[in-house]
Structure formats: C-alpha cells, structure tokens
C-alpha cells in the first residue's frame, strides 16, 4: 500500500523546536519534489516548505523563513522547526509533487498528518 506517514509532532512551548519526519511507504520519494503544508483550525491549508528530488532546490514560506529547514534523507523528508511561536500551531501535513511548488493542486499523495502544539 502507498502511502505517507508524518511523525515527530507533539507540544512544545514557545521558543522550543521540534523535527518532523515524512516517511514514504509502499513507494520511493526518490523522484519527488515533498512538501509541507500546515492547517490550523478554522483556517486553510499554508505553504510550509518544499524540497525538490535532488535535495538541491529548496522554497519556504516567509513566515517559516530563518527558523524551519527541509532536508531529505532516502525516504525521509524532514521539517526541523526551531523558534516555534503559538501561531505555528496546526496539523502539519506532507505531500507529493513531481517538481518544487507550493500550489496545492500539484500535491498527490498526503499523509494523516501530525499535530503541532505550541502554548505556554
């Protein structure tokens, strides 16, 4: 079976971190762009970051920019979030593309995704 899993979300006060994982099942993510999204509640679903296949390419969102980083190791895609602020609180989702975007219409393939709690 294909899917993607999301882990490594939790509670975390402000100004904690935390790292995310995006695990590919049933299928390589060798040949695709993965990126993040995050939904918090009453809201829609925000652009996170995006790493292309090769790792080499890389798009954040400007909320995000200078305190998250995307990298991937083989079948892992991984969102390491420092500085995190309560308005970064929302379920974290991963999904697939076959090129670096953040339009949501290019994404297949998603995962559960992953709660991120960030309250004092």
């Known amino acids: 079976q294909v899917h993607l899993v999301e882990s490594g979300g939790g509670w975390v006060q402000p100004g904690g971190s935390l790292t995310l994982a995006c695990t590919a099942s049933g299928f390589t993510l060798d040949y695709y762009a993965v990126g993040w999204f995050r939904q918090a509640p009453g809201k829609g679903r925000e652009g996170v970051s995006c790493?292309?296949?090769?790792?080499?390419s890389i798009y954040y969102g400007d909320s995000v920019k200078g305190r998250f980083t995307i990298s991937r190791d083989k079948n892992t895609v991984y969102l390491q979030m420092n500085d995190l602020a309560p308005e970064d609180s929302g379920v974290y989702y991963c999904?697939?593309?076959?090129?670096?975007?953040?339009?949501?219409?290019?994404?297949?393939?998603w995962g559960q995704g992953t709660q991120v709690t960030v309250s004092s």
């Open positions: 790493i292309n296949h090769s790792g080499d």
């Open positions: 999904a697939t593309a076959a090129r670096l975007t953040m339009a949501i219409i290019n994404f297949g393939s």
